[in-house]
């Protein structure tokens, strides 16, 4: 293929993204929240485990990790030997960002005794201090796993945290971590929006507080969301979650009407991420152009984060 050294157009850098991955054997990932012109060029679309599962099994040299840091990190992790890109370095996660691992450490040291079980949404410093990480599509059947009565501790969600305790019956100490989007979303809006539709059912992301959790008619990661709406029958969705997921549901279901909900917040689009949303096209083409923004984890934080990672994989088979 001929290369072009000043792509402008998307067509020109969508060309150049293709030229540069089959050269370089590079692996173009992304999560249902990136832009769909992101989901539209990438290799592999996924949740947060099936990126895990993924990276952990490709044999591409480089994973372009189009989603958020963690999601890179988790990555690299699994894969010391590869180079992992992330689009845009400052795609962070506000989720992440409000479990700090010197408090999480003492948060562990106060509960002596306890599983620790955190949240994927986790820097690598947090997961080295964990025992097993989970995702929100595993994370009820990895705690069910567990004994009865085992201690456990869960960050940093408090809603996925109170949502698994009440599916399980469980009393899991709960850290007071959430999403700036998840967290936002209204549960009087919805109401409304529901009145207006009475014909659709409502799906809710377990990151959602839990008055939105109670009246779901399906509760789930990502994936599990999109599976629920490609199987069932209802000709319409509120779809409680962030409104990037809406390109692969109307891909999936072509005949189905999905609505994304509104946040609390009329004036702002408090149901897109910006952190997903920093990463774009031409910024995939820069960095597999050029090996921007490579993932760098500390060797003995990796060593520790990639035990918790591994289990999760184990236990979710
Ligand atoms: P999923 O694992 O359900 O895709 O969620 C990731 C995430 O960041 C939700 O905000
Ligand atoms: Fe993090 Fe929330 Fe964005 Fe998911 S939607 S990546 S939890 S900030």
């Known amino acids: 293929m001929k290369t072009n050294p000043t792509p402008s157009t998307a067509d020109e850098l969508r060309a150049e993204i293709k030229r540069l991955k089959e050269e370089k054997n ?3 990932m992304a ?10 060029i990438a290799d592999f679309i996924g949740d947060s485990l099936a990126l895990a599962r993924q990276a952990a099994r490709t044999d591409a040299d480089i994973i372009v990790m189009c989603g958020v840091h963690f999601m890179g990190e988790t990555a690299k992790i699994l894969c010391p030997e ?3 890109l992330v689009p845009d370095p400052a795609a962070g996660c506000s989720l992440a960002d409000s479990c700090d691992p010197a408090e999480f ?3 562990v040291a106060a509960h002596p005794g306890h599983t620790v079980i955190s949240y994927v949404n986790t820097s690598a410093a947090v997961k080295a201090l964990t025992d097993i990480v989970v995702t929100s599509g595993n994370a009820r059947q990895i705690v069910e796993k567990l004994p009865e009565d085992e201690k456990i501790i869960f960050g940093p ?3 996925l945290g109170e949502y698994i305790n009440s599916v399980t019956g469980r009393s899991m100490v709960l850290w ?5 989007v998840h967290d936002r979303f209204s549960l009087d809006k919805i109401a409304e929006m529901k009145r207006e ?4 059912k409502v799906l809710v992301h377990p990151e959602c507080r839990r008055p939105l959790q109670l009246i779901a008619d399906k509760v789930g990661s990502t994936a599990a969301l999109l599976d629920f709406a490609s199987k069932d029958d209802a000709p319409e969705y509120i779809v409680v979650t962030e409104s990037g997921i809406l390109f692969e549901m109307r891909r999936k279901c072509p005949g189905k009407r999905f609505l994304a909900a509104p946040a609390e917040d009329a004036e702002c689009q408090c149901n897109e991420c910006d952190f997903m949303k920093l990463n774009t096209l031409r910024k995939v083409y820069e960095a597999l152009r050029d090996g921007r923004h490579e993932i760098v984890v500390d060797e003995e934080t990796a060593r520790k984060a990639v035990r918790p990672i591994k289990r999760m994989l184990e236990m979710s088979e």
Not at 31 to 40: F, S, T
Not at 176 to 180: E, T, Y
Not at 197 to 200: G, I, L, R
Request: proline share 3%.
């Open 82 to 84: 590869k180079t992992v």
């Open 176 to 180: 007071n971590g959430a999403c700036h």
């Open 31 to 40: 999560h249902y929240y990136q832009r769909d012109e992101i989901q539209e």
């Open 197 to 200: 539709h009475p014909q659709a």
């Open 157 to 159: 969600d408090h809603n």
């Open 105 to 107: 450490e003492k948060f």
């Open 26 to 28: 590079a692996l173009i």
